[in-house]
């Protein structure tokens, strides 16, 4: 029997991110060739605005002044064109941002000036934002000191995890009013590293420099060192607010913290932060996915979770990429290498020079980023009428064998993750191997990676089709790569930078290729035979079926299986109410063409991330 709505795990809207290429809108376009890809780098920058009554598919570019008139691309890309590319994407690092024992300077850090002040700008997260704002309690966690604000990948939780909030069409609380049944779901690879440097100042105020102004925040220095902060700061942003210093002179008013019809306090549920490696975002939904299904008396299952992912590995000198060696880096030697005899035109850049499946997959590139989507279940989503993109039919998640290399790829084993996804999808959604037409791979740009990665999906898939039965050839699959594009390897977020990608293919848009693909690596082996490599985009498939799979040191590896979500696709479970499922179909166009707009004006918005905590927070003790 098909599994009930209530069993099916579906997304809603689409995500919000931020990497090296910049945000959403300006990773789109970059991804399907759009010209318009360069105003929204400059939007990024800080030089040109967007009128914000623009259509979402029209949006009109208009000079960062006051009453501008509008700005043509093509004077966008005379004016800031060259110096935009040259701030963005895969690029060479100044060695005096570097520790001097770094041994390359090609990375993938935020662009322009996001890492220096202004993604807090962008996020409306100054000391001064919230200060004026209805979030003014928490001011003290929003200092402008560098040493004691938020760090950068705390940013990047907040701007992409508050940011998906975008796709729903009321407030949270209306929602889901009881705020013990949300959860936020967060990965990352490493703590705020950038943090750690801050601890040499002391714990103690006597050690302090007498100047030093922050010798009484210790606390503020340590909970930005941990990874539980970014997750647990966006909780507190949508959490009821209940000064301290009122609750104290009036306990009373914690009676408001009671929830008519449970014994349960209005709180959210406490974060659920996973570190696996590389693989972290996956392996989050992984954890997260059982807890929003289980039926076990007393347990309380959410029933709507913020899955987001942030890394800001390269913060504070770049010293993290000694740590991955020489061997699994790309550096300007290997570059210059690979280049040498080669004509002009067939020489590569810095930017195109994270090449996975191809001969020049000489090393990674590590990158900074955050993204953020929401996950709840087909029948929660149905009552709401929010706007379904995709539905997720599996997940695993597995360790591996193979030595001591303690190298991502490297072991074997890795594949129970996948075959576990593609099992979960034929026995609870009826979908078999087939159904499942793209991989979007972990593609990290050695050579290794490369052959795994399709031997890995490959021999999952032939596990799978025997268990299923299928005995036929299997077919092509297409690959994309998102970290080709210029993202560089985004460390534990990489996983729901991937999910991203399925979701704008599920939803028919175009999703990347391969980019830097030019020679295929000979020594794939015999598993290439059954993927289409391809440098340009590939195009969606709004009745398709996506995997996706991520590996990690270690021997951290997860893998998702995602489906496309349309009319038969929803009419495949069953309903505890089918009237409903009618009504949401009819009332569906107009959904989604409204969180089309909804998401595009409002991440358009200067400081959108505060104004979407302020909507969508349970009220507390009124002022």
């Not at 759009?34 to 009128?51: E, K, N, Q, S, Y």
């Not at 020489?326 to 067939?346: C, F, H, I, T, Y």
């Not at 391969?514 to 709004?542: C, E, M, W, Y």
Request: net charge neutral; proline share 7%.
């Amino acid at each position: 029997m098909m599994l009930n709505a209530k069993q099916v795990l579906v997304t809603v809207g689409t995500p919000c991110t931020m990497s090296a290429v910049g945000s959403t809108e300006t990773h789109r376009a970059l991804v399907s060739g759009d010209p318009r890809a360069i105003a929204f780098a400059a939007v990024d920058a800080g030089l040109v605005t967007i009128d914000p009554q623009s259509p979402a598919a029209e949006p009109r570019f208009r000079e960062n002044t006051p009453e501008a008139a509008e700005l043509p691309i093509a004077d966008i890309e005379a004016r800031f064109g060259a110096r935009l590319r040259a701030e963005m994407g895969i690029r060479q690092i100044p060695r005096a941002r570097m520790a001097e024992h770094v041994p390359t300077d090609i990375a993938a850090p935020l662009p322009h000036d996001l890492e220096a002040g202004r993604l807090r700008q962008l996020a409306g997260i100054r000391f001064d934002d919230i200060r004026g704002s209805s979030l003014k309690d928490m001011f003290g966690l929003f200092d402008d000191d560098p040493r004691i604000g938020p760090s950068l990948q705390t940013q990047l939780f907040l701007y992409s995890g508050l940011g998906a909030l975008a796709a729903l069409p009321v407030p949270l609380a209306e929602v889901v009013p009881q705020p013990h049944r949300f959860r936020v779901a967060a990965a990352c690879a490493f703590h705020g590293v950038e943090s750690v440097a801050h601890w040499q100042l002391g714990m103690q105020p006597r050690a302090e420099r007498v100047a030093d102004k922050v010798s009484d925040k210790f606390a503020f220095r340590l909970a930005g060192a941990l990874a539980s902060h970014g997750p647990g700061l966006i909780n507190a942003m949508l959490s009821p607010a209940f000064n301290l210093s009122r609750v104290m002179r009036n306990p009373a008013l914690l009676e408001e913290l009671r929830q008519e019809g449970t014994p349960l306090r209005r709180v959210p549920q406490t974060p659920l932060t996973t570190m696996g490696a590389c693989a972290s975002a996956t392996i989050g939904l992984c954890e997260i996915a059982p807890q929003m299904l289980l039926d076990y008396p007393g347990h309380v299952r959410p029933q709507m979770v913020l899955w987001t992912a942030a890394d800001a590995v390269l913060m504070p000198d770049f010293s993290v990429l000694e740590a991955f060696g020489v061997g699994a880096m790309m550096s300007r030697e290997k570059l210059d290498a690979a280049n040498a005899g080669r004509p002009e035109a067939e020489r590569r850049k810095i930017s195109e020079s994270l090449a996975p499946f191809d001969v020049d997959a000489q090393g990674t590139v590590v990158g900074n980023a955050g993204s953020g989507v929401l996950l709840t279940t087909l029948d929660f989503a149905l009552r709401n009428f929010l706007d379904i993109t995709s539905i997720i039919v599996g997940w695993g998640q597995s360790g591996e064998t193979g030595g001591k290399g303690h190298f991502a790829g490297v072991g074997f084993g890795g594949e129970n993750a996948l075959i576990t996804a593609l099992q979960m999808a034929q026995a609870g959604h009826g979908y078999g191997v087939t159904d499942f037409g793209h991989l979007v791979a972990h593609a990290t740009g050695t050579r290794t990676n490369s052959k795994t990665d399709l031997s890995t999906t490959h021999n999952a898939r032939l596990a799978a089709a025997e268990a299923q039965g299928y005995t036929g050839r299997l077919p092509l699959m297409t690959v994309g790569a998102p970290k080709a594009i210029g993202d560089g390897h985004s460390m534990g977020e990489t996983g729901l930078k991937a999910a991203g990608e399925a979701i704008h293919y599920l939803l028919g848009h175009t999703s990347v290729g391969i980019p830097t693909l030019r020679r295929p690596d000979p020594d794939l082996g015999d598993p290439a035979a059954f993927f289409q490599l391809q440098a340009h985009p590939v195009t969606g498939n709004a009745d398709g079926g996506v995997v996706s799979a991520t590996q990690g040191f270690g021997g951290y590896d997860g893998a998702v299986a995602f489906r496309a979500a349309h009319a038969e696709s929803l009419r495949r479970y069953v309903h505890d109410e089918p009237r409903l499922l009618e009504a949401y179909l009819e009332r569906w166009p107009a959904l989604r063409k409204e969180r089309t707009e909804r998401e595009a004006r409002t991440r358009r918005t200067p400081g959108f991330p505060r104004l979407l905590a302020e909507q969508h927070r349970w009220p507390g003790v009124q002022s």
